[in-house]
């Protein structure tokens, strides 16, 4: 069977239109969104029974320079995820002290990249969090935001009311 020059070109053509990918556009600035937080027991390294928690939220970011490599000095900065806790307290959420045993430290987010032309990045991250010292009574929420490489600050967001004693899912809408 014999391709006509105009037929082949036609086929060559359809091809490499189908193989290239349509490249993401999205803001250089991280947008993240909360889709999770789920409490439970675990047991820490050492056999201790402590209770859990669990944060997932959903980001992009458009240039693609999320998350940092861990620091060459002591006292270089390695944090880009953010937290504020609050502890609920009537229905009434109010700023954890600094020396609150609930209040989290900040995280570092490793290194992210993107292979290709296309450098946007999406995808979820999971912190999980320790709780050593709890009460009964402990509810709390979370409030966080992620800086990226360039230094662009993500909006910030919130999560549900987490109650530390139950065994608990609330999902983001």
Request: proline share 6%; hydrophobic share 35%; glycine share 8%.
């Given at each position: 069977?014999?391709?006509?020059?105009?037929?082949?070109?036609?086929?060559?053509?359809?091809?490499?239109v189908y193989?290239?990918?349509?490249?993401?556009?999205?803001?250089?600035?991280?947008?993240?969104?909360?889709?999770?937080?789920?409490t439970?027991?675990t047991?820490d390294?050492?056999?201790?029974?402590?209770?859990?928690?669990?944060?997932?939220?959903?980001f992009?970011?458009?240039?693609g320079?999320v998350?940092?490599?861990?620091?060459?000095?002591?006292?270089?900065?390695?944090?880009?995820?953010?937290?504020?806790?609050?502890?609920?307290?009537?229905?009434?959420?109010?700023?954890?002290?600094?020396d609150?045993?609930?209040?989290?430290?900040?995280?570092?987010?490793?290194f992210l990249?993107?292979?290709?032309?296309?450098?946007?990045?999406?995808?979820?991250?999971?912190?999980?969090?320790?709780?050593?010292?709890?009460?009964?009574a402990?509810?709390?929420?979370?409030d966080?935001?992620?800086?990226?490489?360039?230094?662009?600050?993500?909006?910030?967001?919130?999560?549900?009311?987490?109650?530390?004693?139950?065994?608990?899912?609330c999902?983001?809408?």
């Open positions: 069977m014999k391709i006509s020059g105009f037929a082949g070109f036609v086929i060559i053509l359809s091809v490499l193989a290239c990918t349509r490249v993401d556009k999205l803001p250089p600035t991280p947008s993240i969104k909360f889709t999770s937080f789920q439970f027991d047991t390294i050492i056999g201790n029974q402590e209770r859990g928690g669990r944060l997932k939220f959903y992009e970011d458009g240039d320079d998350g940092l490599n861990a620091p060459a000095n002591p006292g270089d900065d390695s944090t880009n995820l953010f937290f504020t806790m609050f502890r609920i307290t009537n229905g009434i959420p109010d700023s954890a002290k600094a609150d045993p609930l209040k989290p430290s900040d995280y570092r987010i490793p990249t993107q292979v290709g032309q296309n450098v946007v990045l999406k995808g979820t991250i999971s912190v999980t969090f320790l709780y050593l010292s709890y009460s009964v402990d509810t709390i929420k979370y966080f935001y992620m800086k990226d490489r360039a230094g662009h600050v993500s909006n910030t967001v919130s999560t549900c009311e987490i109650p530390v004693i139950k065994d608990t899912i999902k983001g809408n």
